[in-house]
Structure formats: C-alpha cells, structure tokens
Nanobody
Framework: VQLVESGGGSVQAGGSLRLSCAASGLTARQEITVWFRQSPGKERERVAALTSDGIATYADSVKGRFTISRDNAKSTLYLTMNSLKPEDTAMYYC?????????????WGQGTQVTVAS
C-alpha cells in the first residue's frame, strides 16, 4: 500500500487549501478513510473520516470549515480546508484501513505540511 499526500503549503489565516491523498496497492477491501494531523509536542488528532457509505465525521475543531471527500475511481481522498487558522498548522496524513480497523493501526503516507500564518 502506498499513500501520497499533497496540496499542503503556507497560507495566511482565513485562507484555503485542498489536500489530496492518492492511493495505490490497496486491496479490494481497503479504503482511504481518515485524515489526521500532528504537530510537534501534540498528540495525533483525527480531523475527518469518511465511511464507505459516504458518511463524514469531523473533529469539533474543524467542523464547518473542512470537508472530506473521496473519488473512488481515482483512489483519491481529499480534504478541503477553508477559513484556516494558525492552530491548523500541522503535518496532515491520510490513512487506509480495512473495514472495522481502527485508524490508528492503518497505513499512512509521508504527510503534507500545512502552515497557517496569523
């Protein structure tokens, strides 16, 4: 399994970014399902998740600002981030899981850095 995140960068507060996660080598039962983030000295935070049925859930810290979506034909997961805040600064990772597998034990890529300046 290989996951490649992209789309990160440096933006001003209030700006927007769209992250992409391209997957290859997934088995028929695996899906890319979760975005999480981590910054130095902080624990990993699950930002958004998307079930195979298309049900999305979000961390309270990003609700109303971030949108998770998936293009199954392209095996790509997206995270559209609007109204970015300095506290959104982190490395962002996507995760591939089997059905019922905890996201903390799934596969993830190298991450993409998001930096939000105040």
């Amino acid at each position: 399994v290989q996951l490649v995140e992209s789309g990160g960068g440096s933006v001003q507060a209030g700006g927007s970014l769209r992250l992409s996660c391209a997957a290859s080598g997934l088995t028929a039962r695996q899906e890319i399902t979760v975005w999480f983030r981590q910054s130095p000295g902080k624990e990993r935070e699950r930002v958004a998740a998307l079930t195979s049925d298309g049900i999305a859930t979000y961390a309270d810290s990003v609700k109303g600002r971030f949108t998770i979506s998936r293009d199954n034909a392209k095996s790509t997961l997206y995270l559209t981030m609007n109204s970015l805040k300095p506290e959104d600064t982190a490395m962002y990772y996507c995760v591939a899981t089997f059905p019922g597998q905890p996201w903390t034990s799934g596969y993830w890529g190298q991450g993409t850095q998001v930096t939000v300046a105040s």
